[in-house]
């Protein structure tokens, strides 16, 4: 029999709490980041920090109605969820607008929307309603040729809208597939391209290729089936010896000029302080002229003089490593990792593997963007322009992530909903 409950019932009120915590945060950072003397009002809608008090009551919203939802419909309507971002994707390709290079919003009256945002809530649901298939065998590579294909199709779509840093976000699935059978070879092959990939561009091409025909050959003599492996090590060798070369095709003529300078100052090749290089630059200065305490709410110099570009989105980190200093950045750092870790904690108590996938995938993208952001704000990832999830400035990635994060918490009440 099952029993009626108001929406509040059973519900995790510590990743509530989390949340709010971090969105609170945010925006008083955003209001740190773009303070204006003249109109100092926290309140003041015509500036940013007014703007986000917006976008957090819709989130607000949202999150009420994601909790007014019937859990079973995240599950039922998973596919067709997927396919109308899918189909919106599209059609962002053709009539969406450029802002910063990348043609990824489309314009609804005054109000700009990034689907790209949303496709990470719709591939979420559908990867985990096709994991929780009764039937789906896990240890068969067809299974994850699927899955891979859920997560690539969107990815594409978001990469011709020249939204790199959304498109890589994507492969934060490959966690989630990993938790539930993905081989750990798999794994380890994919995070190896971009080592690789790097080696590619400071060592000689042919020592790395010799490098990595000498790995084969260990692998084949260490084998016990070696007639058996010897097609796949010549395999892996060839694949892995053709993208050797096939980095330096794409660093010339694939990627654009100001890719090519911001991957060179990344791996140190060059040094441009006063281009590619600046923003990182400008954010190490910021983070750390804020030493242990921080110069204080509001009296952040390289801040409040426009001296970091995307001070309140991609670079918000920055305005807490200047005005709360180390103290209040470490504080920040573990307030994620507790949001990541209570995450985590549910997903594992889950008695549906549809939830259980489902939170991991929640977990696994809320990681991605944190690691990503934060990373290149110290200088230690490329620049692809992602939002700190909860903290920077922006409707598109503040509501997605509060869908994201209330469809989890509604899918763990709804466990015990049935007595």
């Known amino acids: 029999m099952r029993r009626e409950y108001g929406i509040f019932h059973r ?17 008083l950072n955003i209001y740190a980041a773009v303070y204006d003397e003249s109109q100092p009002s926290i309140f003041d809608v015509s500036q940013r ?24 419909f995240f599950s039922q309507f998973a596919w067709l969820i997927y396919f109308g971002l899918i189909g919106i994707l599209i059609l962002v390709i053709f009539i969406g607008r450029d802002i910063s290079g990348a043609r990824s919003w489309l314009h609804i009256g005054s109000v700009a929307i990034q689907p790209a945002e949303f ?11 096709y994991l ?39 492969l934060a699935f490959l966690l989630v597939f990993y938790r539930f059978g993905l081989s750990g070879y798999v794994m380890l092959a994919i995070f190896a391209l971009p080592v690789i990939g790097i080696m590619s561009l400071l060592v000689n091409k042919f020592i790395l290729v010799g490098i990595l025909f000498s790995g084969a050959i260990v692998f084949y003599l260490r084998s016990r089936k070696r007639l058996r492996n010897l097609v796949v090590v010549l395999a892996i060798f060839i694949s892995s010896a053709g993208y050797v070369f096939s980095v330096d095709y794409a660093m010339n003529h694939i990627l654009q000029p100001h890719q090519r300078q911001r991957i060179n100052v990344l791996i140190g090749k060059t040094s441009d302080l006063k ?68 995450i985590i904690v549910v997903a594992e108590r889950q008695r549906s593997r549809f939830s259980r996938v489902f939170g991991y995938s929640v977990a696994a993208i809320l990681f991605f963007h944190f690691a990503i952001n934060i990373g290149m704000t110290l ?24 869908i994201l994060l209330f469809i989890f918490i509604r899918q763990d009440a709804y466990r015990l909903e049935l007595v």
């Open 275 to 342: 281009g590619a290089g600046y923003n990182v630059n400008q954010s190490l200065i910021a983070i750390g002229s804020g030493q242990i305490i921080g110069k204080g709410f509001l009296n952040g110099t390289q801040t409040k003089y426009n001296f970091v570009p995307e001070q309140s989105t991609d670079f918000i980190f920055c305005t807490v490593g200047e005005e709360w200093g180390f103290l209040g950045s470490f504080a920040l750092i573990v307030l994620y990792m507790v949001l990541f870790l209570r």
């Open 119 to 129: 496709s990470k809530v719709a591939t979420s649901l559908l990867v985990a309603k």
């Open 49 to 72: 920090y007014g703007k986000q008090m917006i976008w957090i009551a819709a989130a607000l919203v949202l999150a009420i109605i994601t909790l007014a939802i019937d859990p079973k």
């Open 379 to 402: 200088g230690l990832m490329p620049v692809i322009g992602i939002p700190l999830p909860f903290l920077s400035y922006g409707g598109s990635s503040l509501w997605a992530f509060t």
């Open 11 to 27: 519900i995790d009120w510590v990743l509530v709490l989390l949340y709010l915590a971090l969105v609170l945060f945010g925006w």
């Open 132 to 170: 929780s298939k009764i039937d789906l065998n896990l240890k068969k590579n067809e299974t994850w040729l699927r899955a891979i294909l859920m997560i690539f199709v969107p990815a594409l779509l978001i990469l011709l809208q020249r939204d790199t840093g959304s498109a890589l976000v994507f």
